[in-house]
């Protein structure tokens, strides 16, 4: 084995990362060297997990560009699929919101005219009590996410449970927000932080670490054979369940609060690359 976690000399086998802020650059997109050296390192045997608040459908692609065999962790958690090459998904893991909270959840955006986005059976839906669809369009322009229909009608919702509920609003309202929501929901579900913009209600309990555990034993492997990468409050569970997570240099102050192994690099100067080949005893059969 060629990587090695300086702390405690365990072999690295898998990487797991963040996409948006970890892996992704600013216009969206695996940069070619970036690309490159995944390849190289699952062609000697290191495994691959995506793991992202995205729906499943948005990270695919990555996985399908990447190719060979690759692992999804998709909605924070709340999904987990095997990926063939070609794009042939398995899915081995689900978990969703109750129908009755969703409902409270839709409900209580309606009184107070926030935008949301409801996930149900890997489709994406908008609402506004107002019509006021601005947000979507913004969340459209960030993840290329496609809406099958926006709606001020709350009936006009898939009546069945979401997989996750993400409300969009700006940045400085946010914190606030959080802990108005919390009081009200957070004994019933978890409402994570990712976006600067986005607060995501997923399964109680359900997060990025929880379903890197599950993969793990689902893998037969272990955590301290794990380095992981992130850059969000979101990633914080995952980034202390491998047994080498590290942050990016951009990550934000939320997560730079609560985990300190932080990188030098961005997710625009390869971090993924540049930290892994430090961590490499013969560099040279990557660069």
């Known amino acids: 084995m060629s990587f090695f976690n300086p702390h405690t000399a365990q072999p690295i ?9 970890t892996l992704l650059n600013h216009q969206g997109e695996i940069s070619v060297v970036t690309l490159h050296f995944l390849q190289k390192i699952q062609r000697h045997g290191i495994k691959i997990v995506l793991a992202s608040g995205r729906m ?3 990270i695919l ?7 060979g065999n690759i692992s999804v ?5 709340a999904k987990t699929h095997e990926v063939q090459p070609g794009g042939i998904a398995h899915l081995k893991h689900n978990h969703n919101l109750p129908f009755e909270l969703c409902q409270e959840i839709v409900a209580y955006c309606a009184r107070t005219q926030l935008f949301l986005n409801y996930y149900c059976d890997d489709q994406l839906y908008g609402f506004h009590s107002e019509d006021n669809f601005t947000a979507a369009h913004f969340y459209n322009e960030q993840t290329l996410a496609k809406y099958e229909g926006l709606f001020s ?4 919702l898939p009546q069945k449970p979401a997989t996750k509920l993400l409300v969009v609003t700006a ?9 108005q929501l919390q009081l009200i929901f957070g004994e019933r579900c978890s409402i994570v932080k990712s976006n600067p913009e986005y607060l995501e209600f997923i399964p109680l309990g359900i997060s990025k670490g929880l379903a890197l555990n599950q993969w793990l034993r689902d893998q037969s492997l272990e955590a301290k054979n794990l380095i992981a990468f992130g850059d969000a409050e979101n990633d914080i569970e995952m980034l202390h369940v491998a047994g080498l997570g590290i942050g990016v240099k951009n990550s934000t102050a939320g997560l730079k609060e609560k985990h300190s192994n932080l990188s030098n690099y961005s997710n625009t100067e390869d971090v993924i690359v540049k930290d892994l080949l430090s961590l490499c005893e ?4 990557f660069i």
Do not use: C, H, K, W
Request: glycine share 8%; hydrophobic share 30%; aromatic share 8%.
């Open 13 to 21: 086998q898998i990487v797991a990362t963040d996409l948006d802020g």
């Open 56 to 58: 499943m459908p948005r």
């Open 61 to 67: 692609p990555y996985a399908v560009q990447i190719g």
């Open 73 to 77: 962790i998709s909605y924070n958690g």
């Open 153 to 156: 009608n709350a009936n006009s």
């Open 171 to 179: 940045p400085d309202n946010r914190e606030s927000l959080f802990n």
């Open 282 to 285: 013969n560099p040279e059969l």
